[in-house]
């Protein structure tokens, strides 16, 4: 058979960089980037490659697998079905519909099937424990989008293509991709502003790998962030430096002075000794910011899933809004996209409507925090957790207290993994349902046409055809759906309801033609390499969500937060070291660390330490230290650089593989240690409830043996 081009999204991360692939006897043989197409230009990272691996992976499930007296059986599709279904109606009738919980883990946004089939069958399950991966990620963007423009997906985005000044603060796009920001190629675009005459700022612990690409580099000290945001925006209010362009008119500019109030406490001076950041420095950088033709604030995972994170993104929402670098070229700018999610009127904010049953932590959206599962499985008591089902997700290696979940998820009564490997998470399931994956599957980036930095619209068809008896994640949820459905209504002696069977490309032409741009799914195909929709325009106030379509600049949630700002920022005599985290280009959160092409030379999980805390410490390159925090210890080689602040370590999270139990193959050199073995799961934003998974006190210490 000949040898057939075929273009695709990679749906690996948020980038969405489009692939030309050659594909001989239903084989990928080559990935490429697709230089034609209309966002990535050609762009891809190592990880595009690997895309064959995963779909040659032997590791890889194809089949349902059920353990049986603790040994792993293949049963049939339907046989699967039935048992799940059985389970977690007998659970539910027993204990009550939230003793059935579930986690959504990253993947499920970057895999359309899940994206659009997930939702119906969760919604069925009636249960108020629902988790998901982002209330260890940015939950914080959501909330800000919610209360302060109106729907959760109102998250504007930096317009990096015009910018004159880009500060990013706690984010490291070149190695992450971009992220609530899809920018494929955005070294690239690092360097068009530096070529315009623009200026990258980065504010990070750690000398990233962008921060050496960018102008100018700041230490913070690890969880600090609040109080230079804070710190700045109450300058800028008190200096008279506010100008709010074209926003005058959806703004109520008794809202500035009220915020003017509340931030009175909190100076440059504060700011300065908390973040270790000196006073002149910050000076120098409100200049820079508010005399550049445009600027704009960035702030990601570092500032996020982080202590007071709710508080930053207000703050670095305001901070652009107040020196009018928001709706505007060069600022932070709403999307256009195809399939626009936020175009229906959001109903009240679903914030705080009920709590997790050990912890009170506060709903979001219909989910939990995810620091909760634990706990609210572990604990006896009325509306217990009996029953887990995880669907793309490794919350063992993803959530803090990676231990304590360990042990929740073998006390279970059951377990459903909708997985495709046999991991730490997975190895406790009583059944997996793997579906096709990757390059078998159709794409459309939901969630991250609403995220770019320029508006596009693509959809690509599978690059090669799945196995004869594997599913699709769209049949898996709809089947499961059914016999869900089936298995409830005859314990409840009612009927079932008739199955509605809609296929994957109808429910998204649907999502197309209902969108303003009023595209169809017919149009799209049209274009292998993706329809360009042109760059971000100014869209206030008509893509408000709020009732009176202005911005809430100082929503209430935001002055109580105010109130009870978290001082656990600082390091403890018993852990005086702040441990941090890292992401490296050629690993993608907890998996892909058995792909071969990935895991070329030596160990990648290594704890970074400054030169004059090695010294001290009388720690050599590449010596074992132990590393302990309040709940844990591990064992990790040094890696000593001046690129770590002192005071600072970094361990990069998603490792610790090699369990008993699991069937992955990952070197034993290249097993790693898990990051979230140590983090704290008390330590929390207190607005949010989300996990802090950078700043966690640690001490160290070499082992005598
Ligand atoms: N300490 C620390 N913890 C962190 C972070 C951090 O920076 N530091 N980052 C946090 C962030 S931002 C995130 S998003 C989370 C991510 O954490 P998770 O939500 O756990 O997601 P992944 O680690 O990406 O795990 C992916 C899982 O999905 C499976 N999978 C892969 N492809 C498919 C597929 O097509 N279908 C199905 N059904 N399964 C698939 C993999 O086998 C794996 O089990 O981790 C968070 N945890
Ligand atoms: N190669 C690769 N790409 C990925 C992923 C991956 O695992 N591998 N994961 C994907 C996912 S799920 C996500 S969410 C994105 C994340 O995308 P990013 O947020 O860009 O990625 P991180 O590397 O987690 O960046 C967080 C930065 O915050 C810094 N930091 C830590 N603590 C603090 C602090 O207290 N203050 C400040 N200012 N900075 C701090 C860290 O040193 C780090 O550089 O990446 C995505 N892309
Ligand atoms: S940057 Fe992300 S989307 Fe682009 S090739 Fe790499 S993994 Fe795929
Ligand atoms: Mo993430």
């Avoid at 794409?443 to 008896?469: D, Q, R």
């Avoid at 069977?501 to 993706?530: A, C, T, V």
């Avoid at 109130?563 to 920022?569: E, I, R």
């Avoid at 004059?612 to 064992?635: F, H, N, P, T, Y």
Wanted: charged share 20%; aromatic share 6%; with cysteine.
């Amino acid at each position: 058979m000949a040898v057939q081009t075929k273009y695709r999204t990679c749906n690996l991360c948020e980038a969405l960089c489009g692939l030309e692939i050659q594909v001989e006897n239903n084989k990928a043989i080559s990935i490429k980037g697709d230089k034609q197409d209309v966002l990535s230009h050609g762009h891809i990272c190592p990880k595009a490659v690997a895309l064959i691996d995963i779909h040659e992976d032997p590791d890889r499930l194809k089949h349902p697998m059920q353990k049986k007296e603790g040994k792993w059986e293949q049963v049939s599709w339907e046989e699967a079905y039935e048992y799940a279904a059985a389970k977690l109606v007998g659970i539910q009738q027993a204990h009550g519909a939230n003793a059935v919980g579930i986690y959504q883990g990253n993947p499920s946004v970057h895999n359309l099937g899940t994206t659009l089939f997930s939702p119906d069958f969760v919604r069925s399950l009636k249960t108020t424990n629902r988790f998901s991966a982002t209330s260890v990620d940015q939950l914080a963007h959501h909330l800000a989008g919610t209360y302060m423009f109106g729907h959760p997906l109102l998250v504007p985005v930096p317009d990096i293509n015009r910018t004159k000044l880009w500060l990013i603060v706690g984010g490291n796009p070149l190695v992450s991709n971009g992220s609530m920001m899809t920018a494929p190629g955005v070294h690239h675009k690092l360097k068009d502003i530096q070529q315009r005459g623009g200026k990258v700022i980065v504010i990070d612990p750690r000398k990233t790998e962008t921060a050496h690409k960018a102008d100018q580099h700041i230490f913070i000290k690890p969880g600090t962030d609040f109080w230079l945001f804070a710190g700045i925006v109450s300058h800028l209010l008190h200096t008279d430096q506010v100008d709010l362009g074209h926003l005058t008119d959806v703004i109520e500019s008794a809202q500035v002075d009220k915020i003017k109030g509340a931030l009175a406490p909190f100076s440059l001076n504060m700011a300065a000794e908390k973040t270790g950041i000196p006073v002149s420095v910050i000076k120098e950088l409100i200049h820079e910011f508010t005399t550049a033709e445009s600027a704009v604030c960035y702030g990601r995972l570092g500032v996020s899933a982080a202590h007071n994170g709710s508080l930053c993104h207000w703050l670095i929402n305001c901070m652009n809004i107040l020196t009018g670098n928001f709706d505007q070229a060069g600022g932070a700018m709403f999307t256009n996209p195809a399939v626009d999610v936020r175009a229906r009127k959001s109903r009240a904010p679903k914030f705080a409507r009920w709590h997790s049953r050990v912890k009170g932590l506060p709903e979001f959206n219909g989910e939990l925090p995810s620091a909760a599962i634990a706990d609210d499985i572990l604990e006896p008591g009325e509306g217990q957790i009996k029953a887990m089902i995880t669907s793309c997700g490794n919350p063992v290696l993803s959530v803090p207290n990676g231990k304590k979940l360990d042990e929740a998820f073998s006390s279970l009564d059951f377990m459903l993994c909708i997985d495709i490997y046999l991991n730490e998470t997975t190895k406790h399931a009583d059944l997996i349902l793997p579906p096709a994956t990757g390059l078998e599957t159709p794409h459309y980036g939901i969630a991250f046409h609403n995220l770019a930095i320029h508006n596009t619209a693509k959809y690509s068809e599978a690059a090669v055809e799945k196995e004869a008896g594997t599913k699709y994640d769209w049949e898996i949820f709809s089947e499961l759906l059914e016999a869900y459905q089936k298995a409830k209504a005859a314990a409840e002696g009612e009927a079932a309801p008739e199955s509605q069977s809609i296929s994957l490309e109808d429910k998204l032409d649907m999502l197309l033609r209902f969108s303003p741009q009023q595209l169809s799914l017919e149009e799209l195909k049209k274009h292998e390499h993706g329809i360009d929709l042109g760059a971000h325009i100014p869209m206030l106030p008509q893509v408000l969500k709020t009732d009176d379509q202005k911005i809430d600049l100082f929503p209430t949630i935001y002055e109580e937060g105010l109130k009870a700002v978290s001082t656990h920022d600082e390091s403890e005599e018993a852990h005086p070291f702040m441990m941090i985290g890292r992401r490296q280009l050629r690993s993608n959160n907890s998996w892909m660390h058995n792909l071969g092409r990935l895991m070329r030379g030596r160990d990648r999980c290594t704890m970074l330490i400054h030169p004059q805390d090695a010294e001290s410490l009388s720690i050599a390159e590449g010596q074992m230290v132990q590393v302990s925090s309040k709940i844990a210890s591990v064992r990790i080689a040094a890696e000593v650089t001046e690129d770590i602040m002192p005071g600072a370590i970094s361990i990069p999270h998603g490792w610790g593989h090699h369990r008993k139990g699991t069937k992955m193959s990952v070197a034993e050199s290249h097993a790693g240690v898990s990051f979230n073995d140590l983090a704290d799961d008390s330590l929390l934003d207190t607005v949010s409830g989300v996990s802090v998974i950078n700043a966690i006190p640690v001490q160290l210490s070499v082992p005598a043996d």
